[in-house]
Structure formats: structure tokens, C-alpha cells
């Protein structure tokens, strides 16, 4: 077995050297990208909605927040109290289509334009699928992908128009190029379960899958019709963020040997390690560089690193690796203990 875990992990280091490096790239200068723009944003009351709202504030873009959670919502306000921007409000459920195209007419009434849309609001869901129920799969997909196509659907002809409007006359009418003084971009937070699947979170998989396929389709879309706006699809991997603690589950994953109730939140905790603040610099920076898909963290670089070189079975080789990986810390731990024992001897 020894044998065949470093066999994937070199045919991993492999694929991870010519695809995707661990270095970030070094930051670049995106602040007239976004200055004197208009940034929507789902979920802005905690994680990185919250964070994205702080670094576009500072950057000079105005924002329109949006979050079900109305006293997290308003502590987000209160941060961006100082900057010289102008900051909209409103408590939203992205689940309800009717509220969020009445929100987009706000942010067009309240602003005058529109230039980004940040479907970041999101939920999470364990449970086995024989476990799960209708209503919570209907739960975590309303919220997760009918969210981000509610957001979408609303904002884009008003990012659309937005842009339009900007627009510079070249004065070449059968020219292909077209120049605009304005940017638009629709960003959508799928994530690391939006490019492996994983027990316990199908529903969770389902919804990530389905907005990395409605991303990249609109993206290629809004290619061909050289309109200025572009869309871009997130991977966070484990991000500090609530959506652990606002998760919701049951005990059927038990049956899976995997822990439930409070200790599978402890766990998942666990998992959320890359700072929220750091994620929303990486996924503006990707936008501000029109980038067709954004991983953020080493573990999404890693995982799509093993399903690009397993596709059929990444599933297994990340379970070796787990294995493997859990082995070696048992025998650090037991050699540090003899170690300390024979100092105390």
C-alpha cells in the first residue's frame, strides 16, 4: 500500500507543479478596477461576504449589502463607517426570487448603476442521502444554486446596461474591439465540494456542482457577446467563516462511521482554517483579472490536483493519502512521548 500511496502522491506533486503552483501570485494593483464602481453583495453580515465589503470599501467602490441576518448585516455597516463610499442595506432571503429582483431595482434606484454581483450567501447540509429529507435537500439547493441564479438573473442586464453606458465610441463601427470605461463581472461562490464529491454532503455537492456548470456556461456566453461583463467561479476550500455553525444535519451519517450532532460542527470547524479576509482579497483579484475560476486554499489546489490525475478514483486515493497521512502523525506523536519519557527517566 506504501508503494501505491507514493506513486499518486508524485503523480499529484506532478500535476500540481504544472497546474497549479502553492505560491500565490504576487498582489497586484486592483484598485481602479473597482474604484468609483458598484458592488452587490449576498451574505455580506459575516465570513467573506463581510470581508469583501471591507476591501472594496477601502478601494473606493461603493456597496450594496445584502444578508438575511439583519444585526449581522448592520455590524457589517457600522464597519465601513468612515470610508468615503456610500453603503446600502438589505435584509434578504436569496432564496426568494421576487425579493431579490426587487433588491436589484434598490441598488439601480439607490446607486444609479451596478457593476459587480457577488453570489456569496450559502448553507451547508450533512446527511446521508437515504437520510436526507426532500425539504432539506429543497433547503440547501434554494439557498446554494436557485440563490446564485436569482442574483444572477436580476443583476446581469443591469450590469449589462451599466457597462453599456460607458462605453467608448472608437469610431470603427465594424470593429470587434470594444472599450469600455466601466468593468462588470458576475462572481459565484462555488466551492472545494464543487469539483470532488464527499459523503455526507451530496446536497451540499449538488449545489456547487450545479453553480460551477451555470458559471462557466455564462461565462462563455458573455464571450461571445463581447459586452464587457464576465463571470468568474470561486473554490474556496476550508474558509473561517459560520457556515459550520449555521449548518444543519442529521444523525443518518452516523451509519457512514462519521460523527454527527455538535461533534460533526466540532469537526467541520476544524476543517475552516484560511483566514476569510485573505479569501475575499483572492477572489477580488480574480475578478479584477478576469479569471475564469478562482481555488482558493491549498487544500481545493490539492483536491482538483487529485481529480485531474484520478478522475475515476480520487475518491480512494484521498482516503489513502488520509490514511497514510494519519499513520505517520501516530508515529510522531508515539516517538515524541518515548522521547519525552526518556528525558523525565
Known amino acids: ?88 442595506t438589505t435584509v434578504l432571503d436569496v432564496s426568494d426570487n421576487k425579493a431579490v429582483e426587487a433588491w436589484a431595482d434598490s441598488v439601480m434606484a439607490e446607486h444609479g448603476k451596478v457593476n459587480f454581483i457577488f453570489n456569496n450567501a450559502g448553507v451547508a447540509l450533512y446527511s446521508s442521502v437515504e437520510g436526507s429529507s426532500i425539504s432539506e435537500l429543497e433547503w440547501v439547493m434554494d439557498i446554494n444554486f436557485w440563490g446564485v441564479v436569482y442574483g444572477t438573473k436580476a443583476f446581469l442586464p443591469l450590469i449589462k446596461n451599466s457597462v453599456k453606458e460607458s462605453e467608448i465610441d472608437g469610431g470603427k463601427k465594424d470593429s470587434k474591439a470594444r472599450n469600455f470605461n466601466e468593468h462588470g463581472h458576475i462572481i459565484n461562490i462555488s466551492s472545494l465540494f464543487g469539483l470532488t464529491a464527499q459523503p455526507s454532503q451530496s446536497a451540499y455537492n449538488a449545489s456547487k456542482f450545479a453553480v460551477r456548470g451555470f458559471t462557466e456556461s455564462l461565462r462563455q456566453e458573455l464571450d461571445i457577446q463581447r459586452c464587457g461583463v464576465s463571470a468568474t467561479c470561486i473554490h474556496p476550500g476550508g474558509i473561517k467563516t459560520n457556515i459550520a455553525n449555521s449548518a444543519r444535519g442529521n444523525d443518518s451519517i452516523s451509519d457512514l462511521g462519521m460523527r454527527s450532532g455538535r461533534k460533526a460542527i466540532s469537526s467541520f470547524n476544524k476543517f475552516l482554517k484560511f483566514d476569510a479576509s485573505a479569501a475575499a482579497w483572492i477572489i477580488l483579484q480574480a475578478a479584477a483579472t478576469n479569471q475564469p475560476r478562482c481555488l482558493i486554499g491549498s487544500d481545493a489546489k490539492m483536491i482538483d490536483a487529485v481529480q485531474r490525475v484520478f478522475p475515476a478514483r480520487y475518491s480512494k486515493v484521498l482516503n489513502d493519502v488520509n490514511k497514510l497521512s494519519r499513520q505517520l502523525k501516530g508515529k510522531k506523536r508515539a516517538k515524541t512521548a518515548n522521547r519525552k519519557a526518556a528525558i523525565v527517566n
Open 1 to 88: 500500500m506504501l508503494n501505491t500511496v507514493s506513486g499518486n502522491v508524485s503523480a499529484i506533486a506532478t500535476s500540481l507543479r504544472q497546474h497549479l503552483p502553492f505560491s500565490s501570485q504576487q498582489d497586484l494593483d486592483i484598485t481602479p478596477y473597482y474604484r468609483n464602481h458598484v458592488a452587490a453583495i449576498t451574505g455580506a453580515g459575516s465570513g467573506m461576504g463581510r470581508e469583501l465589503a471591507i476591501h472594496l470599501a477601502k478601494m473606493g467602490c461603493h456597496v450594496a449589502l445584502s444578508d438575511i441576518n439583519a444585526e449581522q448585516l448592520a455590524q457589517t455597516k457600522d464597519l465601513l463607517v468612515g470610508y468615503d463610499v456610500k453603503v446600502t
